[in-house]
């Protein structure tokens, strides 16, 4: 099984739906959650962070977390054409142990 | 967030020599960073963890010989490509990690001819 999983995709959506993207991971002792978006050629961005249960909402995304099923989202809202890339979850297990999904490759469509 | 740089943003070189690569955190002290490569269309694959001062961690499979890293200061971490090979063309990004989070320099296009 690996750490982070990831739905590949792609997944496409039309411009204005809500884009849903999970993930799933193994560590139950994992803290530290993270969404980096990364466009085609260029490197991940830092996106959403979030630490503790429940959701956190900033601007159009919304992280969900939910540590007793080992599962974390992430939730775009309006999505736009400019949000088509593909979306890495990350986990840190412990202080600098941070591992990567493959990401999910998502596409709005105008 | 925090401000990563890389230098050069892209190199081609010819087979045989050698590449450094420079990796800087521009407004944070960074205790930690992180070396990556990923081919196209591919994941990120963490190659090595270089903590300042002391001698970088290698994932398995990574020549240590081949991949030489250097983080000498709080700021600044260096990784050379040795002998280079056209098989070590790839995108390689580094990254630097403030606290819990991790940001990412814009990375180094290799090419080897």
């Known amino acids: 099984q690996k750490e982070v999983e990831q739905n590949s995709g792609p997944l496409s959506v039309p411009e204005g739906a809500i884009a849903s993207l999970n993930c799933t991971y193994s560590d139950r002792v994992s803290q530290s959650f993270f969404w980096y978006r990364q466009y085609s050629g260029k490197s991940p961005e830092l996106i959403m962070s979030?630490?503790?249960?429940g959701d956190k909402e900033d601007g159009r995304f919304t992280a969900q977390l939910n540590k007793a099923s080992q599962y974390v989202s992430l939730l775009i809202r309006d999505s736009q054409p400019s949000d088509s890339a593909t979306y890495l979850c990350a986990v840190n297990a412990a202080h600098n142990d941070m591992r990567f999904g493959a990401g999910t490759r998502l596409t709005v469509k105008p | 967030g925090a401000v990563v740089s890389q230098h050069p943003s892209w190199v081609i070189c010819k087979s045989g020599t050698s590449v450094k690569i420079e990796c800087r955190s521009l407004?944070?002290?960074?205790?930690?960073m992180f070396w990556y490569r990923q081919f196209p269309k591919q994941s990120l694959m963490l190659m090595a963890t270089s903590n300042e001062g002391s001698k970088a961690t290698y994932e398995q499979g990574v020549e240590k010989d081949k991949f030489l890293i250097n983080h000498a200061s709080l700021t600044l971490s260096t990784l050379t490509v040795t002998s280079a090979h056209p098989e070590d063309s790839s995108f390689y990004i580094c990254s630097a990690s403030e606290g819990a989070e991790q940001f990412f320099g814009p990375g180094t296009r290799l090419t080897v001819l």
């Open positions: 407004d944070f002290q960074a205790t930690t």
């Open positions: 979030i630490y503790s249960n």
